[in-house]
């Protein structure tokens, strides 16, 4: 089980090392390179590891200046291999980005969830968002919709979810802490209704040409559907360094 583990995370640190060498060295795009390390895996309220086991998340993103962007993000989890490599993950997501009106931001794209080793299918997601940057708490709006959710009878059948977000920043003993809340809110074959609240609060601290980012994140779940606990937390830290 090691060494499957090994492997997914050598794949993935091969795939941003390799493209990112190649990008550098063919355009002005900006790179990002990242990886994170964290307690639990939830995403939108869900628990996708079934407790703390310990994800590794290395990400790479390539942002041209005219918005458009593409990126690819992995998960694997160090602990309970026999369970938890059902959960392997990687994300290939495209977006365009460009201002709409003075003082809204505009995005659209899409992300291929690819799960190598669990029997459901793999599944593609669409999304739009709207980013109000001149007013406190700079508020975003994102629709996202799955092409193939599937429901409690593994049927498969389309789903929405939507998100409202805002974020803020404080100073905490010269520290700089950004402080964030996401409200999830679903429609589809499942449940209509209040999802997830997912709360955050994370610092940069620079590390030469890297940046280091210690996060905590409580989260509130609405639905049993999504997670008989109503109360998840995770923690960890995340290293990036742009090219």
């Known amino acids: 089980m090691k060494n499957r583990v090994r492997s997914v995370c050598s794949v993935l640190a091969g795939a941003v090392l390799g493209a990112t060498v190649s990008a550098a060295s063919a355009s002005p795009l900006r790179i990002t390179a990242d990886v994170s ?7 939108r309220g869900y628990d996708l590891l079934g407790g703390a086991k310990l994800p590794v998340q290395p990400a790479l993103t390539a942002t041209a200046e005219n918005g458009l962007s593409a990126g690819i993000w992995g998960s694997a989890a160090l602990l309970d291999r026999g369970t938890t490599d059902a959960a392997d993950e990687m994300d290939f997501t495209v977006s365009y980005s460009r201002p709409l009106v003075r003082g809204i931001e505009a995005s659209a794209g899409g992300t291929y969830y690819y799960l190598p080793n669990n029997s459901i299918a793999s599944t593609a997601e669409l999304f739009a968002s709207a980013a109000f940057v001149e007013i406190p708490f700079e508020p975003t709006l994102t629709a ?3 092409t193939k959710w599937l429901d409690d009878s593994n049927a498969e059948a389309d789903g929405w979810y939507f998100l409202a977000a805002a974020s ?18 679903a429609a589809n074959s499942t449940f209509t209704g209040p999802q997830d609240l997912t709360l955050r609060a994370a ?3 620079p ?8 996060f905590l994140s409580p989260i509130l779940i609405f ?6 606990d109503a109360f998840g937390f995770c923690g960890g830290v995340s290293v990036s360094y742009a090219f």
């Open 37 to 43: 390390g964290a307690s639990h895996y939830f995403w």
């Open 144 to 146: 996202y919709y799955d």
């Open 168 to 185: 803020h920043s404080v100073s905490v003993g010269g520290f700089p802490v950004e402080l964030s809340a996401g409200l999830g809110f």
């Open 203 to 205: 610092t940069t601290i």
């Open 207 to 214: 590390v030469g040409r890297a940046t280091l980012t210690p």
């Open 223 to 228: 639905e049993d559907a999504v997670n008989s």
